[in-house]
Nanobody
Framework: QVQLVESGGGLVQAGDSLRLSCAVS????????MAWFRQAPGKERDLVAA????????YYTDSVKGRFTISRDNAKDTCDLQMNSLKPEDTAVYYC??????????????????????WGQGTQVTVSS
């Protein structure tokens, strides 16, 4: 049974940092893309960052470039999101997700949430001004 379990959310002030972690289990994720989405109240679930597990290629949405870093640890089976210089507009529930993408795929991520196969339960990040 595949499980994604997030941790690391919380309440911080603008300019602070947080590190979210997603523990993955239940299968080998070498042919998967891992991603972090976020959803603010009344808004859609948006892609924040993605990483291709087998080669480490990454994608970031424009609003987090230079502030957020996505990574994966093969030994620990985790996918982390390091968030620096947090802003109030980063406030949202953050979700870890996994999408099966064969290693020969030319595009390694999708911004469409419905294409992802597995989801974590979400973790709240609140940034006060």
């Amino acid at each position: 049974q595949v499980q994604l379990v997030e941790s690391g959310g919380g309440l911080v002030q603008a300019g602070d940092s947080l590190r979210l972690s997603c523990a993955v289990s239940g299968r080998t994720f070498n042919s998967y893309t891992m991603a972090w989405f976020r959803q603010a109240p009344g808004k859609e679930r948006d892609l924040v960052a993605a990483i291709r597990w087998f080669n480490g290629n990454t994608y970031y949405t424009d609003s987090v470039k230079g502030r957020f870093t996505i990574s994966r640890d093969n030994a620990k089976d985790t996918c982390d999101l390091q968030m620096n210089s947090l802003k109030p507009e980063d406030t949202a529930v953050y979700y870890c997700a996994a999408d099966h993408r064969p290693t020969y795929s030319t595009t390694f991520y999708s911004s469409r949430a419905y294409e992802y196969d597995y989801w974590g339960q979400g973790t709240q990040v609140t940034v006060s001004s």
